[in-house]
């Protein structure tokens, strides 16, 4: 059984596709996910995936760093207080910094990961994490930030870091998500940290309907697909598909446990 611990749903996907989704994703063994939010689209989608589809979708709520000019942090928080009130969540996410595009948008970006941050420790839940191009600032407001300082304190998603990154957030009591980007051809750098990460912390995931793994680059990325990524942690890891499948869902269900 494989477990996705990353999808996305569009608010406006319809249910009958999302059902469709779903049918293919069992098809391929991929029994649970996590529906993610990040914007006012994907939360929404997200819950609708998590509400037609409760056995195999869990729920995670959250404003991306590309939404800072929606609202300020505090009316976004405000806003997933609102969602949350008739909600089950079992993560806070995803959040996060990206530099790549907007580096001139870093402090608002800190300050909306922060928010979110305490949101999670609040209600004491894990965090998952977008970072990119901005890893000494990221290390930074997990530092400086007062919250969750005990046990599991999330994930890094669809991370693209080197061995000395992921040891920095392996110290600081993190999992680590590998996507379809492993599988890529220039991924050499990844797939040697990907065979760095130990066992307990270490997720799959497709970031759907983004980043495509190798055999499918080019079409619409979707939860079936992330027994490719497993394929390859087996391969740069010397083991099998099926290990991988039995550690990351036994990984996924320690830190995304029955949504409260």
């Not at 191009?133 to 994930?155: F, I, N, S, Y």
Request: with cysteine; net charge negative.
């Amino acid at each position: 059984m494989y477990f996705d611990t990353h999808a996305h749903f569009y608010g406006t996907t319809p249910v009958a596709e999302i059902a469709a989704i779903m049918g293919r994703a069992m098809s391929a063994g991929v029994e649970r996910m996590i529906a993610v939010g990040g914007s006012a689209d994907l939360n929404s989608g997200a819950i609708a995936a998590a509400t037609a589809f409760p056995a195999q979708a869990r729920l995670a709520l959250g404003f991306d760093r590309d939404q800072t000019a929606e609202a300020p942090p505090d009316t976004l928080v405000e806003t997933l207080r609102l969602l949350a009130q008739s909600q089950r969540l079992c993560a806070v996410g995803e959040t996060g910094l990206d530099f790549h595009y907007r580096p001139e948008t870093a402090d608002a970006q800190c300050a909306l990961f922060a928010a979110q941050l305490c949101l999670a420790d609040e209600w004491n839940l894990p965090v998952i994490i977008h970072t990119r191009e901005a890893e000494e600032a990221t290390l930074r407001m997990l530092d400086e930030t007062p919250w969750r300082g005990d046990g599991l304190r999330g994930v890094i998603h669809c991370f693209t870091g080197d061995k000395a990154f992921a040891a920095q957030l392996l110290d600081r009591h993190f999992m680590i998500s590998f996507s379809g980007i492993v599988t890529f051809r220039n991924a050499d750098m990844l797939r040697e940290s990907a065979a760095f990460v130990p066992d307990d912390k270490l997720l799959i995931e497709t970031d759907s309907p983004f980043l495509a793994p190798v055999p499918l680059r080019g079409k619409r990325n979707e939860p079936a697909f992330v027994t490719h990524v497993a394929d390859c942690l087996a391969r740069v890891r010397n083991t099998t598909a099926e290990q991988i499948a039995a550690l990351t869902w036994q990984n996924a269900e320690r830190l995304y446990p029955l949504a409260v």
